[in-house]
């Protein structure tokens, strides 16, 4: 069989290297794909991003599933064009899309359900949020409505700060926000407390198996300090994540979050990520929801799992997930990413990499995000470059691993976090 993966990340490329580890899997082309799946056996890059381009050469080149890495198509309508033309693709389609790429409406689908989150308000208006934000005060977390690609967040813990960031998503947007059709637009909510974690499930429409838990870590600098990021490491499972946790995540969140986009006409197939905010007496909310896996959490989940990922999907798409379960490796996976100079403001790209060969041992992967081949030979071409992920059998040990792999590439410029895991050391 032969399978296309939408998307060029981290995220893709693990999801491509899980694809192919199925005994009925031939073939993975990846669009666009980058450095590493260009030198990856059984992958193939393909320079196509257009939907219907996709479409046509899902067509064309019989291919018999397609999964979408990242948000955009999605929220473009790439499921919804696929299905019209019977090609067989997993993910949500572009109205179920839009419990990630519009906060207002998945505010207000949680509201309308019950489902666990923060206090929270939309505004249009600049004197208006002006004016809630000073009844609230500090801290108080601003939102900008749209697909930011993670950066449109601001948790101010000034009432300055949530005063500035008003006045910049509703007006001059540096933070460059694609907007709605309704326009720019923030949601205001409440502070939570706690400790996050991504809760992930496959959903066939109606019914969801859960992924393995996992943590990313959002900062750019250790110790979680500096700007927010797509994501500089991650690790699975999330300690926090405890059996009493997990049910009442499942029982809470995921299940009535399903229920209701069925009842809405919009049942809801493709990876769904709850942002999970869980306080110290255990109790979970939801922060944000994704429709799809998150990047770099992908890459850890996807090293732990031990089940076929293409017949899982292809029952997924069918709507019987029933007759699966997934198998998980009980060792911790642990990934660090190793991102361009400047990232995440401005990166630096063109530089090159050296140690950094696919060819990946059965504890340690390199998956590839920010790479290009040029001449043969690979060079940095995004924010986040690579992450190093491995397995071991303790958070220790898979942190060890992982930065022995980290150390062994260079690249000018490079940075990474050296603290991926503290958390979970903590537990
Ligand atoms: P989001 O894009 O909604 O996931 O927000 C990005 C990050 O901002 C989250 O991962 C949290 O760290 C933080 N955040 C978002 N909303 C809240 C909230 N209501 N309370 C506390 N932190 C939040
Ligand atoms: N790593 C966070 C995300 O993918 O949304």
């Excluded at 899980?18 to 393909?46: D, K």
């Excluded at 509703?170 to 400790?195: K, S, Y």
């Excluded at 642990?334 to 990232?343: C, K, S």
């Excluded at 950094?356 to 040029?374: M, N, R, Y």
Aim: hydrophobic share 45%; glycine share 12%.
């Amino acid at each position: 069989m032969r399978v296309l993966v939408i998307g060029g990340g981290g995220r893709e490329h693990a999801l491509a290297w899980r694809l192919l580890h199925s005994e009925r899997v031939q073939t993975v082309f990846v669009a666009p794909g980058n450095g590493g799946t260009a030198q990856h056996e059984g992958m193939r890059n393909l320079a196509l991003t257009d939907a219907a381009a996709l479409a046509d050469f899902a067509q064309a080149e019989k291919i018999a599933l397609t999964v979408v890495g990242p948000e955009a198509p999605l929220a473009d309508g790439v499921v919804d064009l696929f299905r019209a033309r019977g090609l067989r693709i997993f993910g949500p389609t572009k109205a179920a899309a839009q419990l990630e790429s519009s906060k207002a409406f998945s505010k207000a689908f949680m509201q309308r359900h019950g489902i666990p989150t923060a206090r929270a308000r939309a505004f249009s208006e600049a004197g208006e949020a002006h004016a809630y934000v000073d009844a609230e005060g500090a801290p108080i977390v601003i939102k900008a409505d749209g697909l930011a690609a993670g950066k449109g967040v601001v948790v101010a813990t000034t009432l300055a700060e949530a005063h500035a960031a008003i006045d910049d998503m509703l007006g001059a947007n540096t933070l460059g926000v694609q907007h709605n059709v309704a326009g720019a637009r923030v949601v205001i909510e409440e502070f939570m407390a706690g400790e996050e974690a991504s809760f992930i499930v496959i959903a066939d429409g109606q019914r969801v198996l859960a992924l393995a838990s996992s943590q990313d870590h959002k900062r750019v600098g250790d110790g979680d300090s500096g700007p927010n990021t797509g994501g500089m490491g991650a690790y699975s499972p999330a300690p926090i994540v405890t059996p009493n946790v997990h049910a009442r995540v499942m029982q809470e969140i995921i299940q009535p979050t399903l229920a209701g986009m069925a009842r809405e006409g919009m049942p809801f197939t493709g990876f769904l990520y709850a942002g999970l905010m869980i306080d110290a007496q255990g109790h979970p909310r939801t922060v944000e929801f994704n429709c799809r896996l998150g990047d770099p959490e992908a890459q850890v989940i996807l090293m732990r799992l031990k089940s076929d990922l293409f017949e899982v999907l292809m029952h997924a798409t069918e709507g019987t997930l029933d007759a699966v379960e997934l198998q998980w490796d009980r060792r911790t996976a642990l990934g660090v990413v190793m991102a361009a100079a400047g990232y995440p403001a401005a990166p630096r790209k063109g530089d090159a990499i050296t140690g950094a060969a696919t060819t990946a041992t059965d504890d340690l992967v390199v998956f590839h995000a920010g790479t290009t081949l040029v001449d043969g030979r690979l060079r940095t071409s995004g924010g986040r470059v690579l992450c190093v992920t491995a397995l071991g059998d303790s958070v220790r040990a898979a942190q060890s691993r992982a930065y022995d792999g980290v150390r062994a590439i260079h690249f000018d410029g490079a940075q990474w976090r050296s603290d991926i895991g503290h958390r979970a050391l903590r537990h």
